[in-house]
């Protein structure tokens, strides 16, 4: 049996960003069942869990999942291999968040056990955009896929970096509304 790992995804809240940790996240399995990338994490507000945030998954753009976070803002779910996804969080008072995830694997599963691809999604709260659209967020923060040179499903960093750069200047509008407004 083969071990493919997975990067780990953290969010950072203030950013709107998704980074990756130097290395691969070394952790066991969710499932044992080939054919699926495991998906875990947690949802904060930066600093707190978040208790009854909606995750919504989509496959190919029709919705097939929700469920809510626990008590500890954490979630888990499987992703079939050779499609693609995209995982929306909602929750009121926060701006939604989305991770889009292309789960193409470019060689035979038999035998392949993929390690969680780990999240840790930081919530923007709605009122940090007071007075700006925050319509130029409604792309996903991340977009995941193989990446056949590092061995394992990475994340896009001009794709984040693109998204960090809208964040920032989303906020840097907001800062000057509200100046204005005082």
Same mark, same amino acid.
């Given at each position: 049996m083969r071990c493919i790992p997975s990067c780990s995804i953290v969010a950072f809240t203030l950013l709107a960003a998704v980074a990756l940790p130097n290395g691969p996240v070394q952790a066991q399995p969710v499932s044992e069942e080939e054919g699926l990338l495991p998906v875990m994490g947690?949802? #904060? &507000?930066?600093?707190? =869990?978040?208790?009854?945030c909606e995750v919504i998954t989509?496959?190919?753009?029709?919705?097939?999942?929700?469920?809510? #976070? &626990?008590?500890?803002? =954490?979630f888990a779910l499987g992703l079939a291999l050779g499609r693609n996804f995209s995982i929306e969080f909602r929750k009121a008072g926060f701006v939604p968040k989305r991770v889009q995830i292309d789960t193409h694997f470019p060689e035979p599963t038999e035998g392949v056990v993929f390690e969680p691809l780990v999240m840790d999604i930081g919530m923007l709260a709605g009122s940090k955009y007071n007075g700006v659209s925050t319509d130029e967020l409604d792309f996903p923060f991340a977009l995941i896929r193989y990446d056949a040179r590092a061995g394992m499903f990475a994340q896009d960093p001009e794709w984040t970096m693109g998204m960090q750069r809208t964040n920032g200047a989303l906020l840097l509008m907001a800062g000057r509304v509200e100046k204005r407004e005082r």
């Open positions: 947690r949802v #904060t &507000d930066g600093e707190k =869990k978040l208790e009854g989509y496959r190919d753009n029709e919705r097939v999942g929700t469920f809510t #976070t &626990d008590k500890s803002g =954490k």
